[in-house]
């Protein structure tokens, strides 16, 4: 993203509503008139929030997964993403939530001596070496995931089975010596 343009601005564009075809409790006359107004600003988040689910699905006689609202069903609505591999699906439903989100960071345009400011709502967390808004939004996805429960797991089912078993590992190592530093820490002095 060019430093230059607004950042608060997303770059994932909402996709139009789906009103038709899908079951709804509002009746069709009410759904048209819904049709001719503009979209909220947070129709976005709404669009992106779900919560996604995979499910095995044909397109065009190629097996593959498909990413669907948990209400829906590949026979009757269109997929918000199809794969071939099951990995690329899960990853896909666990960062689309993140996508329609506010920012959850900003880095100044401008550095200072410690760098350019990383901002997380407004609040200094850190300095930046030089303007990276990848970076910026590769935190924003992050924090989305260790938010979301079910956008963390999504994401380590579509890790390989030796990812996960290392992975195992480590939080185990960590939180074992978590645990030791802690009693350290309670243990009386002599």
Aim: proline share 8%.
């Amino acid at each position: 993203m060019d430093p230059t343009t607004n950042a608060g601005t997303s770059t994932a564009s909402a996709a139009p509503p789906r009103r038709r075809g899908t079951p709804n409790a509002f009746r069709a006359g009410f759904l048209a008139r819904l049709d001719d107004h503009d979209e909220p600003g947070s129709a976005s988040e709404a669009e992106s929030d779900g919560p996604w689910v995979v499910v095995e699905s044909d397109l065009q006689d190629e097996p593959g997964f498909a990413v669907l609202r948990q209400w829906e069903h590949p026979a009757r609505d269109d997929p918000r993403a199809w794969f071939k591999r099951r990995e690329l699906a899960l990853v896909t439903a666990a960062l689309l939530p993140a996508l329609g989100k506010e920012p959850w960071f900003q880095v100044a345009f401008g550095a200072g001596p410690n760098g350019h400011r990383l901002e997380q709502r407004g609040e200094l967390v850190g300095y930046l070496a030089i303007y990276d808004d990848r970076l910026r939004d590769a935190l924003h996805i992050a924090e989305c995931l260790i938010r979301s429960p079910a956008g963390l797991a999504n994401l380590l089912l579509g890790a390989s089975p030796l990812a996960l078993a290392l992975i195992g590992a480590i939080l185990d190592r960590h939180v074992a010596a978590e645990r030791h530093l802690s009693a350290e820490r309670q243990a009386p002095r002599p």
